[in-house]
């Protein structure tokens, strides 16, 4: 039976869900793990964990290579995000605390909104921007709210700073990656992305041997659960929904991201969430809802009564 258009919606909007929990997850494993391992053997252990399981999926699935056509986007965003920002991530968590690791990166989706415009062509509908509104003022009230009081958070210069450049290389990453998603498919630009940020994070492959050798077990799981779940699984569900949106929109969903942090961080941290904490959780999933949302004459335009085989091009824009 052929794939209807709303199948294939709300297979896109349970891959982005999918891609946004376990990316709040990275936050916490990174904390942990990053006891142990310095910020580059950190990432290229990471990655060599999801290239081994992309390498296996891809080769089962028989994909082979990427057509000549989706290289390019696949090499930028292999460089961008998948070494530059995993890199300068783990040593900005090193610096400063979760909730203001999770404020600061949670740019990336302005950066993704604007780049897609001004690159890519893509629009900036009114309950988008309204969406990221709503969505940043709730990423600063989580991030001041953990780093300023009772969670024992902290920030500095350097880690602001180095979490700023983790959002402008997250962003480039997307937009780079998305006319790639045009030619090849969302595991193959996933898996040899990530690939090129293995490549580009061998020279700490001296310093992931030394510090393997002496690391608690538990910070190597959390190395390996990185690039298990959130790296190969959660880049492939993203890749697998952004092929099917704009990146503009695809962005603004992670906003959710830093209220699943709070929870996350309370329940495997210990971190009680406060009263402004809570409240910017729900600033960011209620900014994401109208992001995501459609005036409804729109929908009613894209699916009249009795004849939902004629989709239009915005009803294929959404997830």
Not at 115 to 121: I, R, S, T
Request: hydrophobic share 55%.
């Amino acid at each position: 039976m052929p794939t209807t258009p709303n199948r294939t919606s709300r297979r896109a909007l349970a891959a982005a869900a999918a891609t946004v929990v376990l990316w709040a997850s990275a936050f916490v494993s990174i904390r942990s793990a990053g006891a142990a391992y310095s910020p580059g053997a950190l990432a290229l252990g990471r990655l060599l964990a999801g290239s081994l399981v992309l390498g296996t999926v891809l080769l089962i699935r028989r994909e082979g290579l990427p057509p000549r056509a989706a290289w390019r986007g696949i090499g930028i965003s292999g460089l961008l995000w998948f070494g530059a920002y995993m890199v300068v991530l783990n040593w900005g968590e090193q610096e400063v605390d979760a909730g203001t690791a999770a404020m600061v990166v949670n740019i990336g989706p302005i950066l993704i909104a604007l780049l897609g415009a001004k690159v890519l062509g893509e629009t900036l509908p009114p309950r988008l921007l309204a969406g990221m509104a709503v969505s940043f003022a709730g990423a600063i009230a989580v991030g001041l709210s953990m780093s300023g009081g009772s969670g024992g958070g902290h920030a500095s210069v350097l880690g602001v700073v180095l979490c700023l450049l983790a959002a402008m290389a997250y962003a480039g990453g997307v937009v780079s990656q998305k006319p790639a998603l045009a030619h090849g498919s969302a595991l193959q630009v996933t898996t040899f992305g990530c690939l090129v940020g293995t490549v580009a994070c061998l020279p700490f492959a001296g310093r992931l041997v030394e510090e393997a050798g002496r690391a608690p077990l538990s910070a190597t799981l959390n190395m390996v659960y990185l690039g298990v779940f959130p790296t190969a699984l959660a880049f492939t569900t993203w890749a697998y929904a952004l092929a099917r949106t704009t990146a503009g929109r695809m962005g603004a969903t992670t906003y959710a991201v830093p209220a699943l942090v709070v929870l996350l961080a309370w329940l495997f941290l210990g971190e009680l969430p406060g009263p402004l904490t809570l409240a910017g959780g729900a600033l960011c999933l209620a900014g994401v809802a109208v992001s995501r949302s459609r005036p409804r004459a729109a929908v009613t335009a894209a699916a009249p009564a009795g004849s939902a085989g004629h989709e239009t091009g915005r009803r294929r824009e959404t997830v």
